[in-house]
């Protein structure tokens, strides 16, 4: 019980994380994005990103020439939000 006390706010946090990456899990990119219309990335990622057409957000967090940056500005264009 008192270990549950002390880590409380730590298991609350992975909660939270765990229930983001299962709505990122969710959320299918289109396999016909336009990847030239995602403002932010560089040629090289736009080439990498048409190559390797991802599937999902949680696909591209693997992808080792994306940062946070880029999966942000590719979650922009799929949500239709505006930067």
Same mark, same amino acid.
């Given at each position: 019980? /008192?270990? !549950? @006390?002390?880590? *409380?706010?730590?298991?609350? #946090?992975?909660? %939270?994380?765990?229930?983001?990456?299962?709505? =990122?899990?969710?959320?299918?990119?289109?396999?016909?994005?336009?990847?030239? /219309?995602? !403002? @932010?990335?560089? *040629?090289?990622?736009?080439? #990498?990103?048409? %190559?390797?057409?991802?599937?999902?957000?949680? =696909?591209?967090?693997?992808?080792?020439?994306?940062?946070?940056?880029?999966?942000?500005?590719?979650?922009?264009?799929?949500?239709?939000?505006?930067?």
């Amino acid at each position: 019980m /008192a270990i !549950t @006390g002390r880590y *409380s706010a730590h298991l609350f #946090r992975q909660e %939270a994380d765990l229930r983001v990456f299962m709505e =990122d899990e969710a959320l299918v990119l289109d396999p016909q994005m336009d990847y030239h /219309a995602v !403002t @932010g990335l560089s *040629s090289e990622v736009r080439e #990498r990103l048409f %190559a390797v057409r991802p599937t999902t957000i949680v =696909d591209s967090f693997f992808l080792p020439f994306l940062s946070s940056t880029n999966l942000y500005a590719i979650r922009v264009l799929r949500n239709g939000w505006k930067a």
